[in-house]
């Protein structure tokens, strides 16, 4: 973390977190946004979800990309921690593991702002009760 030294770089840091902020505030109007939600249960954590949790805010702030990322308990995929849910507008939501800060930035780049998957999607393993 950068060392604050004047008025200015307090201000700056202040509109950061403001920035990083309303991202995860946005939940009100998410029918078209894209919705990220990592994984933040204790194995989640452990691996390491809180440092590709704020790698993915700040790819999708530098990037202007409207996205919710927000934090979600267990989704039962321990064994694949760090895990990230993608929710598109209007598409199945998506659930990726083992990513590191460097595959979050990937993900980010290629997945939500490219539309390319990435390796490390696990599969659905389940079926709604609205399909039966």
Same mark, same amino acid.
């Given at each position: 973390? %950068?060392?604050?030294?004047?008025?200015? @770089?307090?201000?700056?840091?202040?509109? %950061? /977190? =403001?920035?990083? /902020? !309303? /991202?995860? *505030? =946005?939940? *009100?109007?998410? $029918?078209?946004?894209?919705? #990220?939600?990592?994984? +933040?249960?204790?194995?989640?954590?452990?691996?390491?979800?809180? =440092?590709? +949790?704020?790698?993915?805010?700040?790819?999708?702030? !530098?990037?202007?990309? &409207?996205?919710?990322?927000?934090?979600?308990?267990?989704?039962?995929?321990?064994?694949? $921690? &760090?895990? #990230? %849910?993608?929710? !598109?507008?209007?598409?199945?939501?998506?659930?990726?593991?083992?990513?590191?800060?460097?595959?979050?930035?990937?993900? #980010?780049? !290629?997945?939500?702002?490219?539309? %390319? /998957?990435?390796?490390?999607?696990? &599969? #659905?393993?389940?079926?709604?009760? @609205?399909?039966?």
């Amino acid at each position: 973390m %950068e060392k604050i030294k004047s008025l200015s @770089d307090l201000k700056k840091k202040r509109e %950061e /977190l =403001q920035s990083n /902020l !309303k /991202l995860r *505030e =946005q939940g *009100e109007n998410i $029918e078209n946004a894209i919705v #990220v939600k990592v994984a +933040m249960a204790t194995c989640g954590i452990a691996s390491g979800a809180k =440092q590709v +949790m704020e790698v993915i805010i700040n790819e999708c702030n !530098k990037r202007n990309i &409207p996205a919710v990322v927000t934090q979600t308990g267990c989704m039962g995929y321990c064994y694949a $921690e &760090p895990t #990230v %849910e993608v929710t !598109k507008p209007g598409e199945a939501p998506i659930v990726f593991g083992y990513i590191t800060p460097l595959k979050a930035e990937e993900l #980010v780049t !290629k997945y939500i702002a490219g539309n %390319e /998957l990435l390796d490390g999607i696990i &599969p #659905v393993n389940y079926e709604k009760i @609205d399909n039966k």
